[in-house]
């Protein structure tokens, strides 16, 4: 059985960090690309940032709302995939899910994802 499960989420202040990091098990996600959603109140799912499934690209893809305060990585196992969230914001507030898409590079289409896990919730206070 396949599952993704997200860890990390919680409360901080405007300016502070979170570490989001998700776990994929069930099979073997060496060959698949990890990517990061959120989705706010009444918005619609939106692209976060993704990484490809190859070990020699390990740059990340951003949304540009997020470039250059968020960063993707993966662990060295494959299984796991990390979200470093620094400089948030209100506008940062929803629930991320994580996302494996197997063979991608980490695109910003939902549906070029086949597993999602149930999130994990994140609130930036002002």
């Known amino acids: 059985q396949v599952q993704l499960v997200e860890s990390g989420g919680g409360l901080v202040q405007a300016g502070g960090s979170l570490r989001l990091s998700c776990a994929a098990s069930?099979?073997?996600?060496?060959?698949?690309?990890m990517g990061w959603f959120r989705q706010a109140p009444g918005k619609e799912r939106e692209f976060v940032a993704g990484i490809s499934w190859r070990v020699s690209d390990r740059r990340g893809y951003y949304a540009d709302s997020v470039k250059g305060r968020f960063i993707i990585s993966r662990g060295n196992a494959m299984n796991s995939v990390y979200l470093q969230m620094n400089s948030l914001k209100p506008e940062d507030t929803a629930v991320y899910y994580c996302?494996?898409?197997?063979w991608g590079f980490g695109a910003a289409g939902a549906d070029k994802y086949e597993y999602w896990g149930q999130g994990t919730q994140v609130t930036v206070s002002s």
């Open positions: 996302a494996a898409d197997q």
């Open positions: 069930g099979r073997d996600f060496s060959s698949y690309a």
